[in-house]
């Protein structure tokens, strides 16, 4: 049997961070290993043995890593989306770095952090750096009227005025998912991705995104 798309796509993935983010020292360790740690160093090797092709040449900045791992795996999330348009319909975007304040759940945001600005005695209270931007986001754009009724009238200017999916409600984009991307996880990245996810669950008015965390 063929192997399914999603198959291949991993695979091609894994084989683009092995070129285009893996890189050894001189005793052949990765660089996604603790170099300092005998058993991390051990399973590294093992792991890109696992990959079937050869690392990457030239040195390579922790950050540039992590921006490049952040492309490639957006680029994987979209393409193997892309392949279940069937099952999700919808008008879907994938992009890096944006505000959470722009989509429906969290445009409130906005307001609080406004508020807090005025009235630096409420951040006491309130607490602060409500508007985070993951590395990824996933939304989906909310539907005209058109689109809805396409199969018949289902929606008109009596019914269905609260709902997100419905653009003529002023409905700002979805977030359907974010994705927080370290190409190592140290303590201090796993701390920050927790509190990442937490401030998503803790300050949102409506649906929870999915929330996940890839790490190499």
Known sequence: MKDGFITEARREFHLRILSGI????????????DSSSVLSSSIAREMLSLFGGSAGEGLLTAQTAGLVFEDLCLSFLRDCFEKIAHLRPG???????????????????????????????????????????????????????????????V????????????????????????????????????QNSRTEALNLIRNRKGHLPHIVVVTA
């Not at 893996?22 to 290993?33: C, I, L």
């Not at 307001?111 to 985070?132: C, F, Q, R, S």
């Open 22 to 33: 893996v890189r050894t020292n001189a005793k052949g360790t990765p660089n996604f290993a």
């Open 91 to 153: 008008k879907w975007m994938f992009a890096r770095n944006l505000s959470i304040a722009r989509f429906e759940q969290y445009k409130h945001l906005v307001d609080v952090e406004n508020l807090t600005a005025l009235h630096p005695e409420l951040a006491a209270v309130l607490g602060g750096n409500y508007i985070i931007k993951p590395d990824i986001v996933v939304s989906r754009e909310p539907e005209e009227d058109d689109m809805i009724n396409m199969s018949g009238s």
């Open 155 to 190: 929606v008109d200017a009596l019914s269905a005025n609260r709902t997100v999916l419905r653009k003529a409600n002023g409905t700002d984009p979805i977030l359907h998912a974010s994705v927080s991307c370290k190409w190592t996880l140290r303590s201090d990245r796993s």
